[in-house]
C-alpha cells in the first residue's frame, strides 16, 4: 500500500509540473551568473538571446528580505504561452557558496499565485536533468580574471571585470553598481544577456495568497 501511495504522489507531481509548463511555458528562471549583492528594491532589466538566436526580455529584482535572513527575487518575463507577463519569485538562501531556491511563487495573468512544493520543483529537475537549485553565489572563484575594460550598454557604459568561467567558457561582465547579480553582460554556448536599465525602487508584482500547485491540479482533474 505504501508503494501504491508513492507512485501515485509521484504520478501526480509530474502532471502538476507538465500542466504548469503546458499553461506557463518557461518554469525555470534564467541562470545568472556573477556576484550575489542583494539591494532591497533595486534590480536589473536584461534582454537575453538564446542559442536559437530568439530574444526576450526579463527583468530581475530582489523586492523583499525574509524573516530567515534570506532575500525574494523576482523575475518578470514576457510569455507568449501565458500572454502576457510571468512574474516569478524566488526565496534565496545563502548555503556555503550556494545560493539555494527555499521556494518558489509566480503568476501569470488573470491567475492566482502559486507556488511549487519543494517535492515538486525536485521533480521537474529531475524531468529537466537539471537536479540542483542552487547557483553560485560568486562566479569568480571558478573563472579566469580578463582584466578591466569598459562595456557599452543601452543603460549606459560601464567600466567592467572581465571573467571567463573555466568549466562553460561563459564571458561575464561584472560591475559592482548593478544588482543583483553584477551583471552587465554575459556570452556563453547557450546565449547571451545584456543589461538594458537599472531598476530602483522595484515591488513585487505578484498579488493575492499563492495556492498550491497540487491543488490546482487536483481541481482540474475534479472538473
Known sequence: MKRIV???AGVLTLAAVNLAKAQFGMMRPPEVRGVFNPVVGSGA????????????????????KDPSGG??????????????????????????NDAIMQRMIFQTPGQPP???????????????GKASEGQKLDYRAEAENLGTEPVTTPAGIF???????????????????????????????EGSFTL????????????GTPV?????LRQEMGR
Not at 532575500?71 to 556555503?96: D, F, N
Request: charged share 25%.
Open 212 to 216: 498550491s500547485m497540487e491543488e490546482m
Open 159 to 189: 567600466a567592467c571585470q572581465h571573467w571567463r568561467t573555466t568549466k562553460e567558457h561563459t564571458d561575464i561582465w561584472l560591475n559592482d553598481k548593478v544588482t543583483p547579480w553584477g551583471l552587465v553582460k554575459m556570452s556563453g554556448p
Open 45 to 64: 532589466s536584461y534582454e537575453m538571446i538564446d542559442k536559437d538566436k530568439k530574444k526576450s526580455q526579463f527583468d530581475i529584482a530582489i523586492v523583499e
Open 71 to 96: 532575500y525574494w527575487m523576482e523575475y518578470s518575463i514576457v510569455s507568449p504561452e501565458a500572454k502576457g507577463t510571468v512574474h516569478m519569485k524566488t526565496l534565496i538562501a545563502r548555503q556555503g
Open 196 to 207: 538594458q536599465r537599472i531598476i530602483t525602487n522595484a515591488k513585487s508584482q505578484i498579488t
Open 6 to 8: 508513492l507512485v501515485v
Open 114 to 128: 502559486m507556488e511549487f512544493s519543494q517535492t515538486m520543483r525536485a521533480m521537474q529537475g529531475q524531468h529537466s
